[in-house]
Structure formats: structure tokens, C-alpha cells
């Protein structure tokens, strides 16, 4: 089955840039949705089909994705953006389709 | 406004059963595909089965397959998982969560989540 791999954690400063990295074989020939969950809370889509935000979704939070590798960055942290991250993306060559990266605690310092 | 609205969740024993229910509104529920997603104490999501639209094709992850069945009841507007042989393993808050209507697209919506504890 297709594995995405994922940073336990990332720590930035307010004001900088975070990026978070979901690895998987050629993912970049995938979509691949980014969800934001903050503690006791439903996850949040934050970016979808690699690079699109849905509404609502401040432009702080870009997305891309090429070869082994697909990068949410979030532009500008700010303490509100301090949350565990999940990539995810659809395995249509699997009878389990849904895949989750194993998430990355986003720590603002 | 999209609302999905989780319930049945509870404290169970091992070898136990125990059915979640999940309440749509604020969208055509009959013609999305809709998923049970888990997250386990302290750990990450992990995909658990999906219903297409008419209820007619299902999938399950092999960690659940043979004990989990989901369903639909598109005239209540309403999504289930019965949950038998439970083990400790399968403790975790469960979500309902909707997908796009075009293939391909994220969980758009989730629900706030319900709690299943299998424990003696």
C-alpha cells in the first residue's frame, strides 16, 4: 500500500516560514490535500489538489508538489498556526484508498 | 450550511459491538461519497472505509475488514459503521467526514468526532 512520511515536528518563529514535507514514491503524479487539526478539534482543509486553499483559508498557506515530495508552507506564522499537519492522498490503484502522512506537530516558538 | 453530526460512540468491552451513526444536512447527501476516518489517543488519522453514493460499493482498511461494516441511509440522510469484535486496538475518536463530488477531491467536511473506548 502507498506510505506517505511525514516530520513528527517543525518549529518556526512568528513571522517566518514553516514548511512541512509529505514524502511518498512519485507522489508528485498525485493530488495531495493538507489538513490543519488543532487539539480537540475536527481537521480543516487547508490545501487542496497540491496548491489550491478553499475559501476561507487565509493566502499565508501554499502548497506544492513534484517528484518524491509534496510542501505545505505557511508564509508569516503566526501562534494561531500552531497545530499538527496531515497530508493526504487517494490510492486508486489500492482496495484501501484513503492515505494519511503520519502528521507534523507545528510548534510556534 | 454543511453540518455531520457523529454519534453512538461509547465505552465497550473487547468483543463487543457498538454502532456509530452520522446525521447529514445542508447538502444533497445522496450523491456524495462519504468516509469514516480514526485518530487513536495522541496519534494521526488513519482511513477507515468509504460508501459511494448509492451505497452500492464499499472499501474498508484491512486493519477493520470483516468486523466494520459502513452504511447509508440516503431517505434519513444518514451514514453508519457497525463496529463488531472490537478490540482495544480499535479505541479511538471516529469522524464521518464527506468528499467532493469530483473523483479525487479532499474531506471537505467532517464531523466533530465520536468517541469509542474498548476497554474491560
Known amino acids: 500500500s502507498y506510505v506517505l512520511t511525514q516530520p513528527p515536528s517543525v518549529s518556526v518563529a512568528p513571522g517566518q516560514t514553516a514548511r512541512i514535507t509529505c514524502g511518498g514514491n512519485n507522489i508528485g503524479s498525485k493530488s495531495v490535500h493538507w489538513y490543519q487539526q488543532k487539539p480537540g478539534q475536527a481537521p480543516v482543509l487547508v490545501v487542496y489538489d497540491d496548491s489550491d486553499r478553499p475559501s476561507g483559508i487565509p493566502e499565508r498557506f501554499s502548497g506544492s508538489n513534484s517528484g518524491n515530495t509534496a510542501t505545505l508552507t505557511i508564509s508569516r506564522v503566526e501562534a494561531g498556526d500552531e497545530a499538527d499537519y496531515y497530508c493526504q492522498v487517494w490510492d486508486s490503484s489500492s482496495d484501501h484508498p484513503g492515505v494519511f502522512g503520519g502528521g507534523t506537530k507545528l510548534t510556534v516558538l | 450550511e454543511v453540518q455531520l453530526v457523529e454519534s453512538g460512540g461509547g465505552l465497550v468491552q473487547p468483543g463487543g459491538s457498538l454502532r456509530l451513526s452520522c446525521a447529514a444536512s445542508g447538502f444533497t447527501f445522496s450523491s456524495y461519497w462519504m468516509h469514516w476516518v480514526r485518530q487513536a489517543p495522541g496519534k494521526g488519522l488513519v482511513w477507515v472505509s468509504r460508501?459511494?453514493?448509492?451505497?452500492?460499493?464499499?472499501s474498508y482498511a484491512d486493519s477493520v475488514k470483516g468486523r466494520f461494516t459502513i452504511s447509508r441511509d440516503n431517505a434519513k440522510n444518514t451514514l453508519y459503521l457497525q463496529m463488531n469484535s472490537l478490540r482495544a486496538e480499535d479505541t479511538a475518536v471516529y469522524y464521518c467526514?464527506?468528499?467532493?463530488?469530483?473523483?479525487?477531491?479532499?474531506?471537505?467536511?467532517w464531523g466533530q468526532g465520536t468517541l469509542v473506548t474498548v476497554s474491560s
Open positions: 460508501i459511494n453514493s448509492d451505497g452500492s460499493s464499499t
Open positions: 467526514a464527506r468528499v467532493g463530488a469530483v473523483a479525487g477531491s479532499p474531506f471537505d467536511y
